[in-house]
């Protein structure tokens, strides 16, 4: 896991996490139901039923948006290493450029030092 994609992880875990909440959302939604099976009258049953299925509605979008935030932290993460990588590209070409470009060139004729006369 190491060398694994950091986005990759991210969207993983956000899976996890949707499929964690969505089981608590369809739980709260049973909750709501069962009291809903065992209401005594009719305003308290119709209540508990409008609220299984506000808690199952809400929930739902409560996960879409989780997942849409993961996805776009994932791509955010991946679209930024791009970026630094070219810029990393783009230093090291213009430093092996200028390692060139301050290469002495050798000359052809050779000098030799000439005996200093007293």
């Known amino acids: ?42 305003t308290a049953k119709q209540l508990n039923r409008q609220l299984a299925k506000d808690a199952l509605e809400i929930g739902t979008a409560t996960v879409k948006r989780l997942q849409m935030s993961a996805d776009n932290a994932a791509y955010s993460h991946a679209r930024s290493m791009r970026q630094a990588t070219e810029a990393a590209k783009a230093v090291a070409a213009k430093a092996a450029k200028e390692v060139k470009a301050d290469k002495p060139k050798k000359s052809s004729k050779k000098t030799a030092k000439k005996p200093s006369v007293k």
């Open 1 to 42: 896991m190491a060398d694994a994609d950091l986005d990759a992880i991210i969207r993983q875990l956000a899976k996890q996490q949707q499929k964690t909440l969505t089981a608590a959302v369809k739980k709260q939604r049973d909750h709501y139901a069962a009291r809903a099976a065992k209401a005594k009258d009719g």
